[in-house]
């Protein structure tokens, strides 16, 4: 498996463009069974912590279960144990057509482990991709992709999305991020988010897009990360909203590429979602069975730790 071996350091569609949004997909059109991979050993000493609480996690070793189509294709890659995902055409939305872009191109996505209505507290969604400065399998003079993850309202529905922006400009293959996915790649959008501060990809190799995703004052924020296979951090861009958690936030909803815009297709892996938990800082933190809340296998363990820093989890 592909750098298996990734790290920890350290929105798309207007919520009025229902008509676009993955939460059209019928309920038909998703697995009953959307199967986790087996956690993988490889994983797990540097990409989550020993004390992380994994909700989600596919490593594309045996398949793609957990990931659908929409208006695009992701396929397996058997020997290489990752997985493609591709955009197919179809006819963009009037507020696209209007910009000078026909046709769009889809992707896939993916619901994790499933949908959250409830705050569980903060969480991180990581996913690697492959990615070339060298590219050349331009769609229509484009070549990029907007990837997301949203968030869920306690009711159920859709709240916001969070959205990674990847793309050529003059030549420069960039990173971005914002709320919204224009559903085509947007160069206005990579130049200019985050008040111009974008990363620009200079070597070719496996970058992890990561989303944190916490509780700021009692607001929802996330912070985009970009990471090397290095463990690196590369960029981060912290995306704040006025969405009340107490009243406003549920969990996770989709990890979604609205559109894929690139001939072969982007290759990716490593699909988690997961949260950490409170470190013990005192030994009493260890006593009374406090020592399962952290992750150790028994007291002892526990204590260690506060006192040396081992970590033996």
Known sequence: MKNALAKIIGMILLSGLVMLSCDNVTDSQI????????????????????????????????????????????????????????????????????????????????????????????????????????????????WGFDYIVASNRTDGNHLRDFVFHVGFSEGALLVNGSNNSDLYTNEFKLLNENNGEYYTISEAGWYTFQHSVYDDG??????LNLFNDNGDLLWTATRNTQDEIATDVGGNRYSWFTHVDAENGIEINNHALYQTVDEPTAIEDCKDGGWEAFGFRNQGQCIRYVNTGKDSR
């Open 218 to 223: 009692g607001y929802l924020a996330v912070d």
């Open 31 to 142: 697995s009953d069974e959307l199967v986790t991979s087996e956690f993988d050993e490889q994983f797990s000493p540097f990409a989550i912590p020993a004390n992380a609480d994994v909700l989600w996690y596919q490593d594309f070793s045996e398949d793609t279960d957990g990931w659908l189509d929409f208006r695009g294709t992701i396929t397996h890659n058997a020997g290489a144990e990752t997985a493609t995902v591709k955009g197919d055409p179809w006819e963009c939305p009037g507020f696209v057509q209007d910009r000078g872009i026909e046709p769009c191109y889809g992707g896939a996505f993916s619901q994790f482990d499933g949908y959250r209505d409830d705050w569980p507290g903060d969480y991180i969604a990581e996913l690697d991709i492959y990615l070339d400065p060298d590219a050349n399998d331009f769609l229509d003079d484009r």
